[in-house]
């Protein structure tokens, strides 16, 4: 497969204003789960002081929920956090976890023989800390933002987009601060390609979403900016892999099934998905839940509950979108 990192162009610039939307200068504190019962949520400010005394937390969803701790296994975590995102990486079927800061971005992953929230972070090499505008000329740490995992060219390999951008006039942060899309390697590491594919854009961006806004299978791009218009864009690469989107329905409350895991299995692999939302800077999105599958023709796909109930596999068709509505534990599939 030839990828296209050059793909990526602007559908549709907003009318640029002088009254940009003004974003609050604290993170959000937005839960997302990271395991079933343990959803994790950083909880730092940003430019204060006052920040420096935060740390990340991960809750263990009890009954009555209660903090990880050090006897649980957790390591104690502080950063300038911002946003935060999870996915499985390497399809152990546990999620790792990023979270955006000022200066390193933390990509992390569970201590390998621990069945406890004890973290580490990805060696240096894997590529994913994007400390350093990696153009633009400003040599100043970047902040990142909201973060967010997606298959960009659909070959099966899970990609990150990171908005990026000072949060004011902090002179010891980059200015031009380029939002990165990094490209996952077939050996797990991370290539920067936000200038090839033409989304380097150096206004303060903040929120973001990776969907696939004209439903042609690409995952698209949406940006919001202080100061500056929302881009949205385009992703017309070329020699793309196959995909499907898979969207949970059960009744009321939780209609959209959050808390449930999607399993996909394709040539003796599976990608594990945990439906959540929030999580990324000021917002979160519900959008169907978009699998690059690679050269795979035939996936089968289970769903396991928000209260445990495992449905059958079930197989589909590939480049398709799918609505998976809940029938007792089980799954009624329609096309849409
Ligand atoms: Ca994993
Ligand atoms: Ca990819
Ligand atoms: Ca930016
Ligand atoms: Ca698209």
Known sequence: MTISYSALRAMAMGRRRRSAP?????????????????????????GTTTSLAGAEQMWA???TPRLFTEADGWRDHHLWGMGIASRDLDGDGVPEVLLSSMGDQRLQSRLPGTTGPTYQDAPYDRGTTAHRPFTGGDGRPSTG???????????????????????????????????????????GSFSEAGLNA??????????????????????????VNRR?????????ASQTGNWISLELGQTAPNRRAVGSWIEVRTDGSTQTREITIGGGHAGGSAVPEHFGLGEAEDADVR?????GAVSDWVEIGVNNRWKLLRDGGGLILTRH
């Open 22 to 46: 003004v974003f609050a200068h604290c993170r959000c504190c937005s839960p997302i789960g990271t395991a079933a019962d343990a959803p994790i949520c950083g909880s730092r400010t940003t």
């Open 61 to 63: 969803m009890e009954a």
């Open 145 to 187: 933002w909201h973060v967010a995992f997606g298959d960009v060219q659909n070959d099966g390999l899970d990609d990150i987009f990171i908005a990026k951008g000072n949060v004011e006039q902090m002179p010891d942060a980059a200015m031009d601060d380029p939002n990165n899309l990094l490209i996952q390697q077939t050996d």
């Open 198 to 223: 033409g989304i380097a854009t150096l206004d303060r961006s903040r929120g973001a979403v990776l969907a696939d806004l004209n439903l042609d299978g690409l995952l698209d791009l949406a940006v």
């Open 228 to 236: 500056a218009p929302i881009e949205i864009w385009q992703n017309v």
């Open 303 to 307: 769903v396991i509950w928000p209260d």
